[in-house]
């Protein structure tokens, strides 16, 4: 309660924040991904981009992946405030105001889009802005708190970067772009669940509706055994496609088998387990998956334009 009421006498004044605290409000690790993953599909995508203008893309990508994530913190000051791995973050903590934080995330909201879309192209401006909306008002405002499905649907705003890079390349959507928007929306579910899982009195003090919270342990386990198995046949995809080589149609073969083992260790631990120690390998290792797959494909696309010239 006490935190709560921080966070209302601090929406009064103006904050004494340090840079690190609005660097806090960006979500650098998830900015980090953002990032990544942008840059593999621009590295992907056929045809070629100016270096400098590439740079300045990502850059406005992560700067646009960063403003979700200010808004995203500012309309959940709330729920961060009563839970544990989320109460330090800088508005519950009382280091930045409330308003603050909305100002700092609508002005580089509509920098990073203005930027992307003059320097590159509107269709990766375009997607660029519908992703910032999705995840600010869609999953953060409507789905997050309404329904034990949020992850799935919200999942998507964190599957557009790739395709973003793609557009800024080439000016258009493809299947190999949505190829790769898939691996990660179907990774969001198994990834988002099992920490829900180990983090389930977090989500119902906020009253957070996750769905080990509404549908209970054994539904969500299904549920991620079920997505990991999509998840495992897709990720191979890139390679039939032509979009990736046989080092990746290898490599993913075998870190989808091992996301499945996981997935099903999860799925037999017993309910109320109170260590959740599948859960959280599962969780652990469902962040180096989606990086070791990213990684290769970014490598065999590296060699391919070297051996090109």
């Known amino acids: 309660m006490a935190l709560v009421e921080n966070i209302q006498s601090n929406e009064a004044r103006i904050s004494e924040a340090m840079p690190g605290d609005y ?18 599909g621009m590295m992907l995508a056929p045809g070629s981009i100016n270096p400098l203008i590439a740079l300045i893309a990502i850059l406005a990508i992560a700067v646009g992946g960063g403003a979700s994530g200010a808004l995203n913190m500012w ?32 002005v580089l909201s509509v920098f990073s889009v203005l930027t992307l879309g003059t320097l590159t192209n509107w269709v990766a401006g375009g ?4 992703t ?26 964190g599957a557009f970067p790739p395709m973003i890079g793609w557009a800024a390349v080439t000016g258009g959507i ?13 990774w969001t ?19 957070v509706p996750m769905l080990p919270n509404v549908a209970g342990e054994r539904h969500t386990k299904l549920q991620i055994v079920a ?3 999509v998840l495992a046949v897709v990720a191979v995809s890139p390679w039939p496609l032509g979009l990736a080589g046989p080092v990746y149609g290898a490599v993913s073969i075998l870190l ?20 959740m120690v599948p859960a959280k390998k599962l969780f652990g290792f469902s962040l180096v998956y989606l990086a070791s797959l990213f990684s290769v494909l970014l490598g065999e696309a590296l060699v391919m334009k070297v051996l090109a010239g």
């Open 23 to 40: 660097f806090a409000l960006l979500k650098p690790r998830v900015m980090s991904l953002v990032v990544f993953t942008a840059f593999v």
């Open 75 to 106: 309309y959940d000051a709330d729920i961060d405030a009563v839970m544990t791995r989320t109460k330090k973050r800088p508005i519950p903590a009382g280091r930045i105001a409330g308003g603050e934080a909305l100002a700092f995330g609508l």
């Open 127 to 130: 997607l660029l802005a519908f």
């Open 132 to 157: 910032i909306f999705f995840y600010a008002v869609i999953y953060t405002m409507w789905l997050k708190r309404s329904t034990p499905q949020n992850i799935v649907i919200g999942g998507a705003a």
């Open 174 to 186: 493809s299947l190999e772009s949505v190829v790769l928007f898939l691996i990660i929306f179907l």
């Open 189 to 207: 579910p198994p990834h988002f669940w099992a920490l829900a899982l180990f983090k389930l009195r977090d989500y119902d003090m906020a009253k």
């Open 227 to 229: 997505y990991s198995l």
């Open 256 to 275: 989808g088998l091992n996301f499945l083992r996981h997935a099903i260790a999860v799925w037999r631990m017993p309910d109320g387990d109170a260590t």
